[in-house]
């Protein structure tokens, strides 16, 4: 059982590049999350989504887009990368409902912008 | 908004208890967490308390929830070298859209 996995786990890109970063999860989870985790600010929600076709920002979305085409899949993109957005990011999901919803981590990107 | 909130660093000796505290604002909040990250490694569940309860127990680990004053506590009993790592609090309600709001996360460091 894979649980969540991200790819890539390290990439470096020029500044004004762009790349799209996969998060896939074999849980079934309706509730996925892109957060960046910086030192000193601590985990920062990009946006999330509550179900295939649907996606919301959460507290720093801008500079980045999310798809949410399948169930199983939730993709962060940068357009136009920003040296700011030298991050590690982090993927997660969760089941909904009126259940306990333990979020479910990926094992990070490390995405340096030079 | 819901809000979540804890201090960013903790220091603790070896052998001591350590106390992580959050608070959060969020007053309908149904079930509240600890998660804990190892160097190079994404967040685990390690403990939670649905919001009826003030305590739950297990093994070296107290989780205190005061619902009046909405404050969650941690507390690491003989604090060990493995215990270093950073421990992020979080929410979710079930009467909002179900999202987990995280703190920022304690650095917790032992000290020899």
């Known amino acids: 059982n894979a649980g969540v996995t991200q790819t890539p786990k390290f990439r470096v890109l020029k500044t004004g590049q762009s790349m799209t970063l996969l998060c896939a999860q074999d849980?079934?989870?309706?509730?996925m999350y892109w957060y960046r985790q910086d030192p000193g600010m601590g985990l920062r929600l990009i946006h999330y989504?509550?179900?295939?076709?649907?996606?919301a920002k959460g507290e720093v979305p801008d500079g980045y887009n999310v798809s949410r085409l399948k169930k199983q899949n939730f993709l962060l993109g940068l357009e136009s990368a920003a040296p700011s957005q030298t991050s590690v990011y982090f993927c997660?999901?969760?089941?909904?409902?009126?259940?306990?919803?333990?979020?479910?981590f990926g094992q990070g990107t490390r995405l340096t912008v030079v | 908004g819901e809000d979540v909130e804890q201090s960013l660093f903790l220091s603790v000796r070896e052998g001591d208890s350590s106390v992580i505290n959050c608070t959060y604002t969020?007053?309908?909040?149904?079930?509240l967490y600890w998660y804990k990250q190892e160097p190079g490694a994404g967040l685990q569940l390690l403990t939670y308390?649905?919001?009826?309860?003030d305590m739950k127990q297990d093994q070296r680990l107290t989780v205190l929830l005061n619902k009046k004053d909405k404050h969650l506590s941690l507390r690491i009993a003989d604090t060990q070298t493995g215990d270093s790592a950073i421990y992020f609090c979080?929410?979710?309600?079930?009467?909002?859209?179900?999202?987990?709001?995280f703190g920022k996360g304690t650095r917790l460091h032992i000290l020899p």
């Open positions: 997660a999901s969760s089941y909904a409902g009126t259940q306990n919803t333990e979020a479910f």
């Open positions: 849980m079934n989870h309706e509730y």
């Open positions: 989504s509550v179900g295939e076709g649907t996606t």
């Open positions: 969020d007053s309908s909040s149904t079930y």
């Open positions: 308390i649905f919001s009826n309860m």
């Open positions: 979080a929410e979710t309600d079930h009467h909002r859209d179900d999202k987990i709001i």
